[in-house]
């Protein structure tokens, strides 16, 4: 799966889709931790009313307290945990593009962020103050491979997605891509 769709429109207009927590390892994981936090519950619950809920274990043979107690409270804090995920999901945390505009002379970068007076989180310049992009990565244990815009006067900022690292090759080829579109410098090859 790819990190980002690019469309060229013409030679004045670059614009990437970044995605956000709408990855299909998300879903999964929301389900999975959906299912088995339903499960606790339903296990719980089932022990204090002695009638069995579930369909492939008998949990009328736990004693409520400690193990029907515990199970509903795995089953409480998973469900918490499920709401969540499938909340970030829904506001697609982390999701939104980049986009330079030679004609404007401007470029545009959106994410979606957490509800709030800061959901919307936009940055926007002038394509003169871009000093170079830089390509970082980390290998290790928690590794981290992402483009970063260099502008003069702020932070570097990032302009990949967050999570699973993306090839080096797809790395590489973004990265030359977008330092030709804007020609500027790619940094840390």
């Known amino acids: 799966m790819t990190t980002s769709k690019t469309i060229n429109k013409g030679d004045s207009l670059l614009h990437q889709d970044v995605l956000g927590s709408r ?3 998300n879903y999964f994981w929301a389900a999975i931790v959906t299912m088995g936090a339903s499960g ?3 296990a719980g619950i089932s022990s204090y009313l002695k009638v069995n809920l579930l369909i492939v274990t008998d949990p009328t043979q ?3 307290i400690p193990q029907g107690l515990v199970m509903g409270l795995y089953g409480s804090a998973g469900s918490l945990l499920s709401l969540y995920l499938w909340l970030v999901i829904l506001w697609d945390v982390g999701g939104g593009y980049n986009e ?3 004609e404007t002379g401007k470029f545009k970068i959106f994410r ?3 509800p709030g007076k800061n959901r919307q989180i936009e940055i926007e310049s002038r394509i003169q103050d871009i000093q170079s992009v830089r390509i970082s990565i980390k290998e290790g244990l928690n590794p981290q491979r992402a ?3 260099k502008v003069k006067g702020r932070r570097d900022i990032p302009l990949t997605r967050v999570g699973q690292p993306m090839s080096l090759a797809e790395l590489e080829t ?3 891509q977008l330092a030709r579109f804007l020609s500027v410098p790619l940094e840390g090859l």
Request: hydrophobic content about 60%.
């Open 174 to 176: 973004q990265g030359a």
């Open 100 to 102: 330079f505009n030679q």
């Open 23 to 25: 990855r299909l390892s």
């Open 40 to 42: 606790f519950l339903l």
């Open 112 to 114: 979606w962020g957490f």
């Open 147 to 149: 483009l970063y815009l």
């Open 62 to 64: 736990l004693v409520f």
